[in-house]
């Protein structure tokens, strides 16, 4: 397993933060981050105060509390409902993002599109979040993507005089990268939903022809009709089972009917239901829904790394975090930046009481 | 090779930190692991009675996290005591909303410390109830 891949070093990656000369913009991109999990809203849903979270998110927090996280007004998992307007938002602000990002950060570079260097996978990358979106497109209804991808590898500066329908974030997926797993090589946006089918082969997603898709697009908007309705994703969110009331013969029926593992005792029956439940609705509530193979994948994965916990405790699981040669760089990282940080804060205040005794530290 | 939502979200604040560093008074002193970092915690100005003390906050943080709230203590062995503070238990434990009933996921471990912070500077008497 290659750990200094792209995916896993961008798994920790944030979206590169606008520069405080553009508080406006800072303010945009604030506001379209998830207080739960702080990213980027993924299956934006609001609940009845009128705050708004990743579906998952909101639905992981109200099975413990029935109050909204932000402003404490009860909420319940029934009063959840999809936020289409904020979830188009959110995808175009994704797109839009890297943009938006070289023109408030690189205003003085202007490079000619003929003169973009050689493509680094690193860099383009890191425009594209690995997004759950990502795996999801491919079974969606064909995004606009563009022709001109080869040009438009470099500066934001270079995008404006581009075709308007052209965008960086669908540019970058065409970079290759090899799985971290089987070593293939592959586009790195087809890299999510490859490990999620198991290493399998991902089909090429067929070449868009321009307006045509856009036109597309724009019905698939306004029909609503952002689900696929495809074999194997059925539309209807499951009702919860009363775990304490249900027989295990019962759990074991209801995760066959969805193909799933009904192997443990009471409480891993219960909890597993209670897991895939969590990640179908949640699925139900986005327009890059995954498909059921995907979703199965990411139980089992999660519930493999729990048991690997379990296993290994916290402790070594965390040190073996460390060990890996891209995480652990990073950890390193983080703490020469905390030890920095640490003795310029000692520092200071090593210099504030030499001034005087016991001068206090002040708030600057 | 896929990252607990718990890992990612505290590489985030740690990344955040990076970025932003600290308010002042908090400064991070480890993260020795992922999941368990420590910060120092000091009140500022001269109306606290905690004036030129630190202490040590110890958040250790569990897989369900930012769900679950993480478990917070000021630790106490040779080098850093707890604060005298009548929420504040002399092994560290600390009796605080926050950390039951009113965790919320959108809290951090930079606005634990906050709170944590604002707790002792309200504090006008040094009293230990337990
Ligand atoms: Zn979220
Ligand atoms: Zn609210
Ligand atoms: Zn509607």
Redesign the pocket.
Known sequence: MDLNHPLLASAVDLLPPFPSSHPQIQRLDRSLY?Q??K?L??GPVSIPCGHS??S??IRGSLEVMKKCPSCNEPASEGSIRRNRALEEIVDSWEEARPIIHGLTSNNSRKRSIMNTGPKNAFAAESTKRPRKESTSRSVSPVKQSSDKKEEIDGDADDMIALDPYTNMAESSEDVKASCPLCDITMPIRDISRHIDLGCQPIKPRPKSQGRENLKADWKKVFSGAGLVKGKDVELKKITKPNYSLATPAELRSVLQSYNLSTFGDKPALAHRVQEWILLYNSNLDTSHPKSLGALRAKLNEAEASRRRDKEKGREEMASELKTSDGLARYAQDTKGEFERLRREIMERDKKRVGSGAEAPIEIE | MALRLSTKRLMKELKDIQEKGTPAGIIPLSTESVDEWVFLICVLGDETIYKGEQFALRLIFSDRYPIDCPQVTFIADDQYQPPLHPHVYSNGHICASIFGNEWSPVLTAVSICITMQSMLASNKKKERYV
């Open positions: 998830c739960i999990c990213e809203f993924s979270f990743c998952r998110c």
